[in-house]
């Protein structure tokens, strides 16, 4: 078999103008190997390391029922031993080359990611490549591992936000792919084993199922001597389809956890949009007027900046890849509690029944469409950026579209989202409180 | 990941205490970094200082103001930050809230915050809008209106800020009441954001005050990183801040903590899933050599999976959740050396505290072998050289140095820890790592006192029945 890389694409630093705007995105090479690995590759030479970041599609959206965690706990297990080395070598060895590498999963994708000077490339990129396709999660440190992500889940719970998080997704995605939390719950966690997450890993971290994103000082010699032949080692095999069905949205409805706590933690909201829907962009200036725009939105004039109610009140859709969510999230003090939630109502009704103002919609795309190059604010950034584009399949023209897809959208756009998805009477209210001192008792 | 993957959206960031995570790792190139800045001091006493780096079409353009919770005084703790707020309520030239829409809508993104020894504001954006924040940033470092009408729901935002950071977060209030014990004289004794009490009591005056006293160009910096011209750019910033009347430079001197003279011991009761110990003692910071051996020690301590606390009481053990050191190295007056560890279900507070003492003592008995030290060196070097990675971030770093020291001193952190022996670990262990010298601070856990939901929530009650 030939072994080649199959040149798919190859995008260079594209100079538009847009809004007067001029803005360069990165340059980025995409290659498919005969695996089906799909590299992507940004090289920028002014500092003297590189940026790796996979991205395996599987998240906890592919968790199968009862074993909540279980891409989440893979992820983490992954650095435990591999066939060539023990948890001690793996460590110790890119510990000393001041090397930093992390995975994690979350709902749709899990990414391991590394960090590494360019010097000690050649040395940490096949401890990575071993973690990564031949770990072999010895029991007994598997089981420390569901010992630490328990201990993990019961500490969360003294943030009010994530419990607020946490019963406002159930309330919303039910028993669904997206409704539990990526890290699992105390109760399926502690049922997982080493044969579980090892059938995980089985199924779904292969070269085909898999996007690597190199950013940094990187070139082709160092591409084809030192990664090439190791990710091309890695064998294809068959990834089972996805089948998971969105369950239908839950019904609007308000609900309350009691914590002693001295804020309201407020989470109020409902369905939102796949990423691939093409009202995404509309959502994105929507949103930007009502309570994504940090200081300068409707919510944060009135909640904040008005009424003093609130620290920070932001609003935002979570747009994954088969489902969505809109959702508003705001802490006040116990005694505001009603008044913070009747005037976000307020405000959704208004964004419903009238058009934005033209000057607010200019705001709203300039921020956007200027803000666009700070999402290449350093390799992190770059590896995560690239990686979503080829993940949710917007392809490497995006950041030269992006302008026109904000562009191009009305006012009507705006009232039309609006009236779609900023809904009161659909909305579910979460609050987390010292309901005694809420209810003013 | 969702959630904390996205953009945080809190304008005005507190500094609670040093500056942790990034701090421990400024910048390095293979240059050093001083034949790359430039500085340059107006007439009026504001220093400029810029760096050049065109690897993107960005910039990060900052001011950095040399007051922060140290330049308070008791009973008006957190009016630094207070007034950081106000920063953004108007000029007589700019409306409430119109700085932050005009950068918006330039593209940028801008915020502010604040720690003991200073307040600092920011605006990221695009390169050909750097003269938007020269011009803003010079507004209203002259020109601050403070208005009892903006003011007012403002101190209300300023608490709810104290009441989500602090208030309902046992480990925030952990930290709080260990400043508080382990400095009784220094006005690191209090919270960057204050008292309760004291955000009650502010007044207008009192932040025009202050605002008078500090917020002048003899007592403020300019930090500009990113893809500029110095020839073009320099010009701008001198025709927008050179006429502003330059002031006194303040008094910066402060008492100085005394000499601890024994163990303290505080707890906190407050409900909460797990215990927490801490200890805390004094160190000297990048003022002495010993600074520098600390910063190995905090590397041999918790940097990286292989360190000795994360192996042992994370891994082999299974005592702690999470464990961590952090040495104040950049801090205007002496700071601390902390350790604290999250204790796992199943184990107390008492196991956690005797693995830690036994590390400790470790140090002071053993030396470190060549290749574990080494191995901190790596590790703080590359750190050192990641955290290059984004102009807000050197541009942060650089100033701090600036604030606390000077600019210049930054280009030391890599000779200082390779300069490091294994004697001046065990030194410095034996010297400041000692009980007397020690604030130990136990977050213990008490049972809710609230009942259940007062509605069933959702299928799951495990998610809701706390």
């Known amino acids: 078999m030939r072994r080649r890389f199959a040149y798919a694409c190859l995008v260079v630093c594209s100079i538009a103008v847009f809004s007067g705007s001029a803005f360069c995105s990165p340059p980025v090479q995409r290659l498919v190997l005969d695996n089906g690995l799909v590299l992507l590759i940004s090289e920028e030479h002014s500092l003297p390391f590189i940026t790796f970041q996979f991205l395996v599609k599987a998240g906890s959206k592919d968790d199968p029922p009862g074993q909540e965690g279980l891409a989440s706990l893979s992820a983490s297990c992954l650095a435990l031993g591999s066939a060539a080395r023990t948890m001690e070598q793996i460590h110790e060895e890119l510990d000393f080359m001041g090397a930093a590498i992390s995975s994690g999963a979350n709902k749709d994708y899990t990414a391991i990611s590394l960090r590494v000077l360019t010097k000690d490339v050649g040395r940490a990129f096949p401890i990575v490549m071993d973690v990564l396709t031949r770990p072999i999660f010895p029991v007994a440190d598997v089981k420390k591992e569901i010992s630490r992500a328990l201990g993990a889940i019961r500490s969360s719970e003294d943030q009010p936000g994530v419990v607020a998080d946490r019963t406002f997704e159930r309330a919303l995605y039910g028993s669904g792919p997206y409704g539990h939390p990526t890290e699992g719950t105390t109760e399926s966690v502690s049922k997982l084993n080493r044969e579980l997450i090892s059938a995980f890993h089985r199924t779904y971290y292969h070269p085909n199922n898999t996007i690597l994103v190199i950013v940094g000082d990187v070139d082709d010699g160092l591409v084809k001597k030192d990664l090439r032949p190791l990710l091309e080692k890695w064998q294809r095999k068959a990834v089972p389809p996805w089948k998971g069905q969105a369950a239908p949205s839950g019904k609007g409805r308000a609900l309350t956890i009691d914590k002693p706590v001295t804020q309201s933690n407020i ?16 959502a994105q200036v929507t949103n930007y007027i009502f309570g994504g725009g940090s200081l300068s939105s409707r919510l944060m004039a009135d909640i904040r900046n008005k009424r003093g109610l609130a620290y920070s009140v932001e609003s935002y859709f979570e747009a994954q890849k088969y489902a969505g969510s809109f959702q508003v999230l705001l802490q006040t003090k116990s005694a505001s509690t009603n008044e913070s939630i009747s005037a976000v109502m307020e405000d959704a009704n208004v964004m419903r029944s009238e058009l934005v103002s033209p000057s607010e919609m200019e705001g709203a795309k300039k921020y956007l469409v200027g803000n666009f190059p700070q999402r290449f604010g350093g390799q992190s950034k770059i590896a995560s950026f690239f990686g979503q584009v080829e993940y949710y399949g917007l392809g490497l023209g995006y950041p030269k579209e992006y302008p026109s897809l904000i562009n191009s959208i009305t006012r009507d756009d705006v009232l039309r989202v609006a009236r779609t998805y900023l809904n009161p009477d659909g909305f579910i209210t979460v609050v987390v409180s010292d309901l005694k001192a809420a209810q003013g008792k | 990941m969702g959630r904390a993957a996205k953009r945080a959206p809190f304008p005005c960031i507190v500094f609670v205490f040093a500056l942790a995570f990034c701090l421990a790792a400024p910048l390095y190139a293979s240059a050093p970094l001083s034949a790359r800045v430039s500085e340059t001091t107006l007439s009026n006493g504001l220093k400029v200082i810029l760096l050049e780096n065109h690897k993107a079409p960005l910039v990060s353009f900052q001011v950095w103001y040399k007051v922060g919770s140290r330049n308070e005084a008791w009973g008006k703790t957190g009016l630094s930050h207070m007034l950081e707020h106000m920063m953004f309520k108007g000029t007589k030239n700019v409306g409430p809230g119109e700085f932050s829409r005009t950068i918006e809508q330039n593209g940028g993104d ?32 002259g020109g601050l209106l403070l208005t009892e009408e903006q ?61 008078r006293t500090y917020y002048c160009p003899a007592n403020a910096v300019v930090l500009v ?44 009761r407050k409900e909460a ?31 990286g999976e292989s360190s000795r606390l994360t192996r042992l009481l994370v891994r082999e053990k299974q005592l702690a959740l999470t464990v961590s050191a952090q040495n104040d190295l950049l801090s205007r007056d002496p700071s601390l050396f902390t350790i604290s560890a999250e204790v796992m279900p199943g184990k107390t507070s008492d ?44 541009g942060m770093i650089l100033a701090t140095y600036e604030v606390v020291s000077t600019w210049k001193e930054i280009d030391r952190y890599v000779p200082g820890v390779r300069s490091v ?21 136990i977050l213990v856990p008490i049972p809710s006192t609230n009942g259940k939901p007062a509605q069933p929530a959702s299928p799951s009650r495990e998610n809701i029945v706390r």
């Not at chain 1, 909201?269 to 796949?274: C, L, Q, V």
């Not at chain 2, 200073?118 to 507004?139: G, H, K, W």
């Not at chain 2, 009441?163 to 925030?172: H, I, K, Q, V, Y």
């Not at chain 2, 899933?273 to 041999?300: F, M, S």
């Open chain 2, 273 to 303: 899933q797990l215990a927490t110990v801490a200890k805390a003692y004094h160190v000297p910071n990048l003022r002495e050599r010993d600074g520098y051996a600390l910063e190995v020690i905090e590397a041999l301590l918790s940097a």
């Open chain 2, 421 to 441: 022996s294994a004697e001046d670990v065990r030194r410095a262990a034996r010297k400041y790592l000692i009980p007397a010298n020690c604030t130990t601070g």
């Open chain 1, 267 to 282: 989470v109020i909201g409902g369905t939102g949009m796949g990423r691939d829907n093409p009202d995404y962009y509309a």
């Open chain 2, 225 to 268: 990183v990113g893809d500029f011209k110095k020839e073009t750019l320099l010009p701008l910033i001198e025709r927008a801040f050179g006429p502003i009347p330059g002031g006194k430079a303040p008094d910066q001197q402060k008492d100085r903590e005394e000499p601890q003279t024994g163990e303290r011991r505080i707890a906190v």
């Open chain 2, 151 to 211: 003011f007012k729901p403002e101190r209300s935002v300023v608490m709810e800020e104290r009441r989500l950071r602090t208030d309902d977060n046992p480990g925030a209030i952990l930290v709080e009441q260990m400043n508080a014990a382990a400095f009784q004289v220094q006005p690191y004794h209090w919270p960057v954001i204050g008292w309760m009490q004291d955000i009650a009591r502010y007044t207008v005056e009192d932040l025009k005050e202050h605002y």
């Open chain 2, 110 to 141: 801008d915020n502010a915050f604040t720690s003991t020894d200073f307040t600092a504001y920011f605006e990221n954006l695009s390169a050909d809008r750097v003269s938007i924040p020269v011009d803003l940033e010079s507004d209203r470092m």
């Open chain 2, 351 to 394: 196991e956690v505290e005797k693995a830690l003492a036994a590390e400790i003592e470790r140090l002071q008995r053993e030396l470190v072998g060549p290749r574990e030290l080494e191995k901190a060196k790596n590790q703080l070097e590359s750190a050192f050289v990641y955290s290059q990675d984004s102009l807000f971030y050197q």
